[in-house]
């Protein structure tokens, strides 16, 4: 039967089986960056991470309203049924949730409220067996599904958002092993929780710069430090079951004491941030060296470079999976991103404008940076469509579908097909942000509202346009040799140029 199929009906089954085994494996999902605003390009605080997921996992744009004076809610988990009681009052967010978060939950892994914090979670990690079994999952408390959401609506600074975060652990547990990031204008926090109620989070240095893969990498640990905040058990616990481990300076060594050693997968990912933003002290890679987790870049570091950083497959380098031949490779940019964010906090504006994310709604490799902010009273039209069934059945009114089939077909040949759709997206982005970013700056919630509107609207009739384009390009190169019997009739194999490059122009 395979041999009677078409050529686009055997891709079509190979794209869905790849699909189908991709859904059914360990993800180690995800990859976190952070610039600290002493190194920044702009003076800006920023977090990004890539949400790497199965392919059919979509994203929406949300905005939360405030809420003032209305008692008796409760914030509840989608994906886990715990609950927690809600303030009276909460405050405006925006948030990047799962389209199908009536059936796998909420997911909000990029956030940033009215106040000017702003979340990203999480970066999955991995502890060790020991670990877990002295203090267990628990599975229907609260995770990276529900959490984000709870502390956007909650709390004013990153300070106050771990506090928060502490109390619900303590009194519901947490549901896996979890890395959050939190900013405001004043600090950065990086907080890795390891068991069902066990965490530690330090104050990220402002100098300092950070790439990290799906391994814990918190080292020497001082409860008593300003710049600290912990679990009432994360000594007393792993001293207990007798798995603590001490380091040079008797304090407990994180790392040794709740995580698996580092493997290739997110050994890579460090080393490779190392040899982009601070190529003197990468040197050779191994997976036994373990670099530091903070470190100062050699040259001040740009939001667009951390965007393109996202997109990163190591081209350039020797690693590159394409031009090496190595398929092994973990990259940073991988073709199951459902989204990827970059947020900034600007300290030189009001608190309700001061956070702005750019954020694709596919891999971003072959999708757009789209801007939110907090400010914002209003999405284009579709971007907010939920559906429980959006990784089964395609939904044209939702964006996300029509930005990660784009990116899907863009993949099947990085060289022909790719490489001017991700050069389109580029353009478009470029302009995107020198337009936003001036508007935040001088204008008010209903200019940057319009503004953003805009953008969304015109990336989601560019995606539409772009697929319609490169589809009939695909049917133009899709010749079998022996159909042909003379081979000067054969397409010519030109890379895709896409004809909205004319417009543009």
Same mark, same amino acid.
């Given at each position: 039967? =395979?041999?009677g199929?078409?050529r686009?009906m055997?891709?079509?089954?190979?794209?869905? =089986?790849?699909?189908?085994?991709?859904?059914?494996?360990?993800?180690? #999902?995800?990859?976190?960056? /952070?610039v !600290?605003?002493a190194v920044?390009a702009d003076?800006?605080?920023?977090?990004?991470? +890539?949400v790497?997921?199965?392919?059919?996992?979509?994203?929406?744009?949300?905005?939360?309203?405030?809420?003032?004076? *209305?008692?008796?809610?409760?914030y509840?988990s989608? &994906?886990?049924?715990?609950?927690?009681?809600?303030?009276p009052?909460?405050?405006?967010?925006?948030t990047?949730?799962?389209?199908?978060?009536?059936?796998?939950?909420r997911? @909000?892994?990029?956030?940033?409220? @009215?106040?000017?914090?702003m979340?990203?979670? +999480?970066v999955?990690?991995?502890?060790?067996?020991?670990?877990?079994?002295? &203090?267990?999952?628990? @599975?229907?408390?609260?995770?990276?599904?529900?959490l984000?959401?709870?502390?956007?609506?909650?709390?004013?600074?990153?300070r106050?958002?771990?506090?928060?975060?502490?109390?619900?652990?303590?009194?519901?547990?947490h549901?896996?092993g979890?890395?959050?990031?939190?900013?405001?204008?004043d600090?950065?926090?990086?907080?890795?929780?390891?068991?069902?109620?066990?965490?530690a989070a330090?104050?990220?240095?402002?100098?300092?710069?950070m790439?990290?893969?799906?391994r814990?990498?918190?080292r020497?640990?001082?409860?008593?430090s300003?710049?600290?905040?912990?679990s009432?058990?994360l000594?007393?616990v792993?001293?207990?079951? !007798?798995?603590?481990?001490r380091?040079e *300076?008797g304090?407990?060594?994180?790392?040794?004491?709740y995580?698996?050693?580092?493997d &290739?997968?997110a050994a890579m990912?460090?080393?490779?941030?190392?040899?982009?933003?601070?190529p003197?002290?990468?040197?050779?890679?191994? *997976?036994e060296?373990?670099?530091p987790?903070?470190?100062r870049?050699e040259?001040?570091?740009?939001?667009?470079?951390?965007?393109e950083?996202?997109?990163?497959?190591?081209?350039g380098?020797e690693?590159?999976?394409?031009?090496?031949?190595?398929?092994?490779?973990?990259?940073?940019?991988?073709?199951?991103?459902?989204?990827?964010?970059?947020?900034?906090?600007?300290? +030189?504006?009001?608190?309700?404008?001061?956070?702005?994310?750019?954020?694709?709604l596919?891999?971003a490799e072959?999708?757009? /940076?789209?801007?939110?902010?907090?400010?914002?009273?209003?999405?284009?039209?579709? /971007?907010?469509?939920?559906?429980?069934?959006?990784?089964?059945?395609?939904?044209a009114?939702?964006? #996300?579908?029509h930005?990660?089939?784009?990116?899907?077909l863009? @993949?099947? &040949?990085?060289?022909l097909?790719?490489?001017?759709?991700r050069?389109?997206?580029?353009?478009? %982005?470029?302009?995107w942000m020198r337009?936003?970013?001036?508007?935040v700056r001088n204008g008010?919630a +209903?200019?940057?509202? #319009?503004? #953003?509107?805009q953008?969304?609207?015109?990336?989601?009739?560019?995606a539409? *346009?772009l697929?319609? %384009?490169?589809?009939w390009?695909?049917?133009? =190169?899709?010749?079998i040799? !022996?159909? /042909?019997?003379?081979?000067?009739?054969?397409p010519?194999?030109?890379?895709?140029?896409?004809?909205?490059?004319r417009?543009?122009?």
């Amino acid at each position: 039967m =395979m041999n009677g199929m078409t050529r686009g009906m055997r891709l079509s089954l190979v794209v869905a =089986m790849t699909a189908a085994g991709l859904a059914a494996v360990d993800a180690k #999902a995800c990859s976190g960056l /952070y610039v !600290g605003r002493a190194v920044s390009a702009d003076g800006l605080t920023l977090l990004a991470r +890539t949400v790497d997921s199965v392919p059919a996992t979509c994203k929406r744009f949300e905005i939360l309203p405030a809420v003032t004076n *209305r008692t008796g809610r409760h914030y509840s988990s989608t &994906d886990t049924g715990a609950e927690w009681p809600l303030p009276p009052s909460t405050y405006k967010a925006v948030t990047v949730p799962s389209v199908a978060w009536e059936k796998y939950g909420r997911y @909000e892994g990029a956030c940033a409220n @009215e106040k000017g914090l702003m979340i990203t979670g +999480t970066v999955t990690g991995y502890p060790n067996a020991a670990a877990t079994n002295a &203090d267990p999952y628990v @599975e229907a408390g609260f995770g990276e599904g529900s959490l984000p959401g709870l502390l956007i609506s909650c709390s004013a600074t990153a300070r106050e958002a771990i506090e928060l975060f502490g109390k619900v652990v303590a009194a519901r547990g947490h549901a896996g092993g979890e890395i959050y990031m939190f900013a405001d204008k004043d600090e950065a926090w990086y907080l890795e929780v390891y068991t069902g109620h066990q965490w530690a989070a330090v104050r990220m240095p402002e100098d300092c710069v950070m790439v990290i893969g799906n391994r814990f990498m918190l080292r020497e640990f001082d409860p008593a430090s300003p710049d600290a905040l912990c679990s009432e058990g994360l000594v007393k616990v792993p001293e207990r079951g !007798g798995f603590l481990k001490r380091g040079e *300076r008797g304090l407990i060594d994180l790392a040794k004491t709740y995580a698996l050693e580092l493997d &290739d997968d997110a050994a890579m990912r460090v080393w490779m941030g190392h040899r982009r933003f601070a190529p003197a002290t990468a040197g050779k890679y191994t *997976r036994e060296r373990v670099l530091p987790l903070f470190y100062r870049p050699e040259r001040k570091v740009s939001l667009r470079e951390i965007q393109e950083t996202m997109r990163w497959r190591y081209e350039g380098t020797e690693m590159c999976p394409e031009t090496s031949g190595n398929r092994n490779v973990r990259t940073i940019g991988v073709g199951r991103q459902s989204t990827c964010h970059v947020m900034s906090v600007d300290p +030189t504006l009001p608190p309700d404008r001061r956070c702005t994310l750019w954020v694709t709604l596919s891999n971003a490799e072959h999708a757009p /940076y789209l801007p939110l902010n907090a400010a914002m009273t209003a999405l284009a039209s579709g /971007y907010d469509v939920s559906d429980p069934h959006a990784r089964e059945v395609f939904n044209a009114s939702i964006p #996300a579908m029509h930005f990660r089939r784009l990116a899907a077909l863009a @993949e099947l &040949d990085r060289g022909l097909f790719g490489t001017n759709v991700r050069g389109f997206w580029r353009t478009r %982005e470029d302009a995107w942000m020198r337009e936003f970013a001036q508007v935040v700056r001088n204008g008010d919630a +209903t200019a940057i509202t #319009a503004c #953003a509107v805009q953008i969304q609207r015109t990336a989601l009739e560019d995606a539409k *346009r772009l697929f319609d %384009e490169l589809s009939w390009y695909v049917v133009k =190169m899709n010749f079998i040799p !022996g159909d /042909y019997c003379d081979p000067k009739f054969l397409p010519k194999r030109d890379p895709f140029v896409p004809g909205l490059n004319r417009q543009m122009r």
